[in-house]
Nanobody, 125 residues
Framework: EVRLVESGGDMVQPGGSLRLSCAASGFIFSEYDMAWVRQTPERGNEWVASIETRGRRTFYSEAVKGRFTISRDDAKQTLLLDISSLGFADSALYFC??????????????????WGRGTRVTGSS
């Protein structure tokens, strides 16, 4: 059974930093491109970042480019998202997700076949 379990969400002051983790199991993690997606009532699902196998390429939305860093540890079957300079607009439920094999568009959330349950990030003063 494919499982993706996110952790690390917290309440953080604006300008602060945070690391989100996603523990993957039930499949060979190193063989799949992965992504982070966030969700808010106002914006719905918003693609955040993606990473190819072996970390060959990474992709970021304009909203987070330069502030967020996606990475992976294939040995630990873990996906990471480092958040810095957090703003109120970054408050959301953050999901880890797995792309279908052969994905060419790493910004399309419709190409994500498995999702975790999410971890909440809140920017609060």
């Amino acid at each position: 059974e494919v499982r993706l379990v996110e952790s690390g969400g917290d309440m953080v002051q604006p300008g602060g930093s945070l690391r989100l983790s996603c523990a993957a199991s039930g499949f060979i993690f190193s063989e799949y491109d992965m992504a982070w997606v966030r969700q808010t009532p106002e914006r719905g699902n918003e693609w955040v970042a993606s990473i190819e196998t072996r970390g060959r390429r990474t992709f970021y939305s304009e909203a987070v480019k330069g502030r967020f860093t996606i990475s992976r540890d294939d040995a630990k079957q873990t996906l990471l998202l480092d958040i810095s300079s957090l703003g109120f607009a970054d408050s959301a439920l953050y999901f880890c997700a797995r792309f279908y094999r052969g994905t060419s568009d790493h910004t399309d959330t419709n190409l994500l076949g498995y999702w975790g349950r999410g971890t909440r990030v809140t920017g609060s003063s």
